[in-house]
């Protein structure tokens, strides 16, 4: 595996790494390390701390002292701008190391790390620079009754909220960390970040580039370790303002409660099970290449994987099949094989769980069209399977797999598939295919979820505003609209 990275990402993998606390690089108090693992061989890739309560103190204690009376907050937001653009600059320089790490730490394709995750990571950072000048309040003329003959004037501050704990997922990892402390470093807060333990290592040369891009010591953490431990001690602590959360539903129900004991700021983008709904004037095989994009992008470790699929009955057979081919077609291989349209899945226990539905559904009735388990070899491979002859009560239609499969059904009318498509208890994604405008006009607002596609799946911008109704989270990320969860508003009165 190792001849076919770079002699930057060698380097990065031939030491122990360490986790980033102020201007330090250090181990976590009790020595323990976690592996990093190459989920297309099983082999280690390098060590890095297990952090535990104890180092999460120390980390929320820096960023503190980076927050309160430090140059970040206090610096013209100018100035924050071009720091957040000398990071963005430096992902750039560093893009193919970092995807490489992505490639081999995540499974995902190295061409897909460095032409999706990291330039999306780069533009995104860009666009949130621009906002740290145009963080603004409103201006107001009081009205008040009891004392009808003073006058006064009132006004609002945007401030930044504090230290921010953010705790992220393994699917897009360097871009989820940017997600994150973009905004955050806009708005003036420091940040203690806790990547996920499957893929820590984007997180650790972020931290190294934060360094080289001269942020002031505490300004960006990362410390990384086990989620109920690292994860745990981070969104319960009393010292954090925030918590940026973005997991699965069950994980951030916990994260909330534990925000909530100490009235911690808290925004979550969690799980979702995103309908793809395909009306009866689709082509066929357009439908099915769309509907593949749909959940196989990134081996369908998406929180908005179009993961059922509904399709007028009357293409429902061509749509299927034409699906079912294009997945028994794709050849799975490395992230670092240029031929592989698929990589594994990020670890032997996200294998064995998609797996594991997949079992489900087919010993509740369901068949599989096409895939229907795991891949031979060392590697955590699960084929791309498509399930029929489902029904709405199944684990399989109802629960986020997580992985590279659909469940596809048809339907006969609009109304119909509005309802089936809201019949779940997530709301983050949807897509509608058709060119009948009145039908996809008429359907956007009966569809209860927080982004929908229209002849398109999986599309992002940071200028759009992202996040889930229902239990797909609370907040919005990116926009305009994500400044209001990094930033408390103050109101100011007075007399003239
Ligand atoms: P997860 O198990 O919820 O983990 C997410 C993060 O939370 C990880 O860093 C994890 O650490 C940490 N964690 C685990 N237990 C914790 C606890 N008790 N307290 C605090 N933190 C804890 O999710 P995942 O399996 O990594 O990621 C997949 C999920 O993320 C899917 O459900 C997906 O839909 C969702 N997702 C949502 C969005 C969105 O924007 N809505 C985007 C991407 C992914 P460890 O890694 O150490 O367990
Ligand atoms: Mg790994």
Redesign the pocket.
């Known amino acids: 595996m190792n001849d076919r990275l770079s002699a930057p990402a060698r380097a990065f993998l031939a030491q122990n790494r360490r986790m980033l606390i102020g201007a330090d690089w250090v181990d976590a108090q009790s020595g323990a390390t976690l592996d990093a693992v190459n989920p297309a061989d099983g082999q280690i890739l390098t060590r890095f701390p297990a952090a535990q309560a104890e180092d999460v103190d120390r980390a929320v204690a820096a960023a503190r002292a980076a927050f309160d009376g430090g140059d970040w907050p206090a610096m013209r937001p100018v100035e924050r701008e071009r720091m957040l653009h000398r990071l963005a600059n430096l992902i750039e320089e560093n893009a193919d190391e970092l995807a490489e790490l992505e490639s081999v730490d995540n499974g995902k394709s190295v061409l897909m790390a460095r032409h999706g995750d990291m330039a999306m990571a780069v533009d995104f950072l860009r666009y949130m620079a621009g906002w740290a000048t145009k963080i603004e309040g409103t201006t107001i003329t009081p009205s008040v009754p009891y004392i009808p003959d003073m006058r006064f004037t009132a006004y609002t501050l945007r401030e930044p909220v504090g230290v921010v704990g953010a ?6 990892p360097l871009l ?1 960390a940017v997600w994150k402390i973009g905004p955050a470093l806009a708005s003036g807060c420091t940040v203690v970040l ?5 893929t820590s290592l984007t997180a650790l040369r972020l931290g190294e580039l934060v360094l080289e891009a001269g942020y002031p010591a505490g300004v960006v953490n990362v410390v990384t ?4 431990v ?3 001690a ?2 319960a602590h009393p010292g954090i303002d925030k918590v940026a ?8 129900k ?2 909330g409660k ?1 925000a909530m004991e100490n009235m911690t700021r808290v925004s979550l ?4 099970k995103s309908p793809v709904i395909m009306l009866d004037d689709v082509d066929p095989a357009m439908a099915a290449q769309g509907a593949a994009m749909a959940i196989f992008f990134n081996h369908g ?4 994987a179009g993961s059922r699929l509904y399709v007028h009955k009357s293409r429902f057979d061509e749509v299927v099949g034409g699906l079912s081919a294009i997945a028994d077609g794709m050849k799975l291989g490395s992230g670092l094989d240029p031929e592989a349209q698929m990589g594994p899945l990020v670890s032997a226990k ?1 294998r064995d769980r998609v797996c594991g539905y997949i079992a489900q559904g087919i010993e509740a009735g369901a068949r599989a069209a096409a895939g229907g388990g795991a891949a031979d070899g060392a590697g955590f491979f699960v084929k791309p399977t498509v399930l029929v002859n489902t029904n709405p009560t199944m684990s399989v239609v109802r629960e ?1 797999i ?1 992985g590279p499969v659909v469940v596809a059904m048809p339907f006969d009318d609009i109304d119909e598939v509005a309802r089936l498509a809201n019949d779940t208890i997530f709301g ?1 994604g949807a897509s509608i295919w058709s060119n009948n405008l009145r039908k996809v006009h008429r359907l956007v607002p009966k569809i209860k979820a927080g982004t929908v596609w229209i002849n398109c799946h999986n599309v992002l911008d940071p200028a759009l505003p ?3 109704y229902k239990q ?2 609370l907040g919005r ?1 990116m926009g305009k609209a994500v400044f209001d969860m990094y930033t408390e508003s103050k109101s100011v009165m007075m007399a003239l």
Request: proline share 4%.
């Open positions: 705790i992220i997922p393994w699917n897009f989820m806790k990547p996920a333990e499957e370790g086990l989620g109920h690292a994860g745990a981070l969104s959360f973005t997991g699965s539903t069950e994980v951030g916990l994260v534990a983008e969690l799980g979702g470790q998406v929180c908005t996200q986020e997580f983050l992202f996040g889930g797909s989270g990320e």
